[in-house]
Every structure is written in structure tokens, then in C-alpha cells.
């Protein structure tokens, strides 16, 4: 299927409503501009829903594998205590656990509803000047999506086997608008999982089918000649067994972590520092700290620096502000607001 073909694919632009008209987020990008201001760093983070370690690594997977291979990676990184896809990629990217962003659902209950109440990287990003794009297979997820901090664009194929579709659009996206801060979310495994079970040949070939869709991504920030200048990440919100997942289960609760890019140590296995332990919030302060955006306080993640080895040790993390009063936990949370979701999706 060539990219044309794919691109064919019916999709649906999200734009959550209340976009200030004056701000033209996904105008064509001014040229020779995004390269200066701020900093010229790129991020890109991309998240795969459900991809338990194990299963990715026994996926051919050539396109993450060369990935790992020239950057710093765990297979032993950690989601939240809830372990499901909602809460869990808002604190990927708003830095904070889910007993602080209180978004406890997985649905698209509150959609566009201005309820998410902690920045997110797009908030902070957009704020110090950069560009910012997310791509997404679930629409909930636009939760994340505040008006003039980014613009929420979805695949509306429902499928769950969307991963091509997902980076074709993410390739049209990058060669449009160059995105300084972008997010792409390939919902695959997870729905393979849930329809054939974690660990099934169903979800190991869904594997592949997202690596083919990195693989696009990498050949278009290679063809703009933006690689070089961004740091990407691949994580995932968690794992599952069974045909489920959820907290408190170790199967759902390990994802793989792995950063590469500019001055990040290449071939580097962050379970080398056994004291290290990389949580699905080190996504925002890692990509923060990358960008130069200071970390805001109330920041439960943190900048995994070991990436770049020594160099940046001196970098000191703020300190966390609690917030009062915090919940009791996972368990709790599950009770008080996700019976019924965390199997679904
Ligand atoms: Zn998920």
C-alpha cells in the first residue's frame, strides 16, 4: 500500500472547539522559522497502547530495534498505578500521576470540557514558542487537546489495525507543518490484545504493523532533514494479559522506554543504573528538560539525564509540591471512577 493510497483512508480532523480564530496553530509553518525559534530541538514522543516489553521484543520489529539500538532504553519502565490508557497517557504527558490530573475515566466522557486542570507539555511548549501537533488512535485522548495549545487530529478508523493510516497522517502532518512537539499514538496492540489476547501472534504481528509506521516516521524526519534535531521517544501506557489489563497486575504494569537523538548515549541500558527507576511521567520532564522549558514544580516525573550520560548531571530536578488532599491510590481510583473500562480498552 503506497502512502497515497493510505492517505485515502477516510480521517477526521478533531478541532476541538474554542481554537482562538487568531491563532492559526496548523497555518503552514513560517519558513526557515521553525528551525530558529526557540531552540531548534524537536521532540517527538511516540506511544504504543497496550506494547508489553516481551511482545515487542519478540516482534521483528527492524525500524524500533535500530531505534534501540542508537539510543538508551529500559524494557523495565513503569506506567501508572492504574495501568490504563486514559489516565495513564495524561500523566505521560502532563508529568504528574493520575492522583494529581484526577482524570480517572477512560472514555471520552469529558472530552474538549476544559476538566484536565495541570499543563500539559503542549500548554508549556506552545507557551515558550513552539510548535505543536498530536496524532491519535483514541479520541479520549484528546482530553489533552486545549485550545490554543494544540490541535487533537484523529484517525477515524475503528479498526484498532490503524497503524498505517496513523503515520501516514503523521508524515502529512510533518512535511505540512513541521511540528516542533509532536505526539503519535498507534492504538494496535491494544486492541489485538484485547480481541486475541497479550502475547497472542495477533499482537506480535500488530507490533510489526506499528514499527512499519515508525519506520514512515523516521523516513519523513529523515526526508525534511529534521531527525538529527529531535529526540524521540517510543514508550507505551501499559501492558496487559490476557485479554485485559489493569492495575496493580505486573503484566500490565512494565512498558518499554526509548529515547534517542541528539547527545543521547546510544546503545545504553538504563537498568545499568539499578537505583533508576523510569516512570511513564519522565516522558514530559525528559522532553521538557530537552526543549529548555522548565519543569513546573508540581512534576511528579522526572528528566531521565542518564540518557545523555554525564554531561548534564548537573542538572537538578525542582523539587515536587504535593497536592492536597491526595488520593488514596490506584485502588481506590478504580473504584471511585473506572468500573466497567479498565477491560474495554
Ligand atoms: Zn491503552
Not at 21 to 28: D, G, Q, S
Not at 46 to 67: F, H
Request: hydrophobic share 40%; aromatic share 6%; charged share 20%.
Amino acid at each position: 500500500m503506497t502512502v497515497r493510497t493510505m492517505l485515502k483512508i477516510p480521517v477526521l480532523s478533531i478541532v476541538l472547539t474554542l481554537l482562538l480564530a487568531a491563532t492559526p496553530i496548523f497555518a503552514a509553518p513560517p519558513s526557515g522559522k521553525n528551525d530558529t525559534l526557540p531552540s531548534g530541538k524537536r521532540v517527538l514522543i511516540i506511544s504504543i497502547d497496550g506494547m508489553r516489553p516481551d511482545v515487542l521484543l519478540r516482534a521483528k520489529a527492524p525500524n524500533i530495534r535500530e531505534l534501540t539500538t542508537h539510543g538508551s532504553f529500559t524494557f523495565w519502565a513503569e506506567s501508572t498505578d492504574l495501568a490504563i490508557t486514559l489516565p495513564t497517557h495524561v500523566s505521560m504527558l502532563t508529568g504528574v500521576s493520575p492522583a494529581k490530573h484526577r482524570i480517572t475515566w477512560n472514555d471520552d466522557r469529558h472530552a474538549g470540557s476544559g476538566v484536565l486542570k495541570v499543563p500539559t507539555i503542549f500548554d508549556l511548549t506552545k507557551k515558550a514558542g513552539y510548535s505543536t501537533a498530536m496524532v491519535v488512535g483514541k479520541h479520549k485522548l484528546c482530553i489533552m487537546a486545549r485550545p490554543g495549545s494544540v490541535e487533537c487530529t484523529m484517525a477515524s478508523g475503528t479498526t484498532g489495525e490503524d497503524a498505517l493510516a496513523i503515520s501516514a497522517l503523521a508524515s502529512e502532518l510533518l512535511r505540512r507543518q513541521q511540528p516542533q512537539v509532536m505526539f503519535v499514538h498507534f492504538p494496535d496492540p491494544d486492541t489485538a490484545g484485547h480481541a486475541s489476547g497479550w502475547g497472542s501472534p495477533e499482537q506480535v504481528a500488530s507490533a510489526d504493523r506499528v514499527d512499519q509506521g515508525i519506520g514512515m516516521l523516521m523516513s519523513t524526519l529523515r526526508e525534511l532533514g529534521l531527525k538529527d534535531k529531535t529526540l524521540i521517544i517510543i514508550t507505551a501506557d501499559h501492558g496487559g494479559s490476557g485479554r485485559s489489563h489493569g492495575a496493580r497486575v505486573p503484566f500490565s504494569h512494565f512498558i518499554p522506554w526509548i529515547a534517542v537523538g541528539p547527545g543521547v548515549r546510544e546503545n545504553y541500558d538504563l537498568t545499568n543504573e539499578p537505583k533508576l527507576a523510569v516512570h511513564v511521567e519522565d516522558v514530559f520532564a525528559t522532553a521538557l528538560n530537552f526543549l529548555g522549558v522548565p519543569i513546573p514544580a508540581v512534576t511528579d516525573g522526572k528528566a531521565i539525564l542518564s540518557i545523555y550520560g554525564s554531561s548534564f548531571s548537573t542538572f537538578e530536578h525542582p523539587k515536587p509540591t504535593p497536592l492536597s488532599p491526595p488520593l488514596s491510590g490506584g485502588k481506590h481510583l478504580i473504584r471511585g471512577g473506572l468500573e466497567g473500562f479498565a477491560a474495554k480498552e
